[in-house]
């Protein structure tokens, strides 16, 4: 059996959206034949939350990383980078899920650092506030 592999572009893309602010979120998708993982969609910076919430499947897992803006009580702008390992429960592909669960960490040392790791099991789940909730 092959190892699990992450590709190159996962860490290209996520130095752009880490270093150069040029995405504001990345879906990533694990391979058919589950051999690795690579980026599904890059988010261009001004794209919403609502886009993001669109992109994720609502019966299938996904790995993805947001960058989270945010204005705390204080007027303090505030940035994150948050790590999603969603899961829904709604997928009846159990062994794909098994897949992603396994496979988490492979991905996540790749696209370091992470200001919080969140672990999302149903779409409904997916909301901004819920995400800014964590850090006001």
Do not use: W
Request: glycine share 4%.
């Amino acid at each position: 059996m092959s190892s699990f592999q992450v590709s190159e572009e996962v860490v290209q893309v996520f130095n752009k959206l880490k270093n150069q602010r040029a995405h504001r979120f990345i879906v990533f998708k694990v391979l058919d034949g589950a051999s690795g993982v690579d980026v599904e969609y890059a988010g261009a910076r001004d794209e919403t939350f609502e886009h993001f919430r669109n992109k994720m499947p609502a019966n299938e897992p996904r790995y993805a990383v947001y960058d989270l803006e945010f204005t705390k009580a204080d007027g303090v702008k505030s940035s994150k980078i948050l790590f999603i390992m969603y899961s829904p429960d709604s997928c009846t592909q159990g062994q794909l899920r098994f897949i992603y669960s396994t496979n988490k960490d492979a991905i996540k040392s790749k696209v370091q650092p992470v200001h919080k790791e969140l672990q999302i099991n149903d779409h409904a789940d997916l909301k901004e506030s819920d995400f800014i909730g964590f850090f006001i």
